[in-house]
Nanobody, 122 residues
Framework: QVQLVESGGGLAQAGGSLSLSCAAS????????MGWFRQAPGKEREFVAAITSKYGNTYYADSVKGRFTISRDNAKSTVYLQMNSLKPEDTAVYYCAADRFTSFASSDYDYWGQGTQVTVSS
């Protein structure tokens, strides 16, 4: 049974930082592309960042480029999202997801975590 468990969400002030983690089990983590998505109230789920399996190539939404960093540790089956220079508009539930192929579309991802709330106050 595949499980993705996010942690590290919480409350931060604008300009601050938070670090998210997503621990995976039940799948061969090293062959999966890992992505982070977010969903704010009343909005659709949107792509945030992704990291490929073999070479660790990274991709970011324009809205977070230069502020967020995605990374992975295949030995720990964990993907991370370091979020710096946070803005109130970053407030959302953040989800990690796994897919065999690189994609920016949430519908393509096979497995999802339960999400972790990130709230940024102004």
């Amino acid at each position: 049974q595949v499980q993705l468990v996010e942690s590290g969400g919480g409350l931060a002030q604008a300009g601050g930082s938070l670090s998210l983690s997503c621990a995976a089990s039940g799948l061969t983590f090293s062959v999966y592309v890992m992505g982070w998505f977010r969903q704010a109230p009343g909005k659709e789920r949107e792509f945030v960042a992704a990291i490929t399996s073999k070479y660790g190539n990274t991709y970011y939404a324009d809205s977070v480029k230069g502020r967020f960093t995605i990374s992975r540790d295949n030995a720990k089956s964990t993907v991370y999202l370091q979020m710096n220079s946070l803005k109130p508009e970053d407030t959302a539930v953040y989800y990690c997801a796994a897919d065999r192929f690189t994609s920016f579309a949430s519908s393509d991802y096979d497995y999802w975590g339960q999400g972790t709330q990130v709230t940024v106050s102004s």
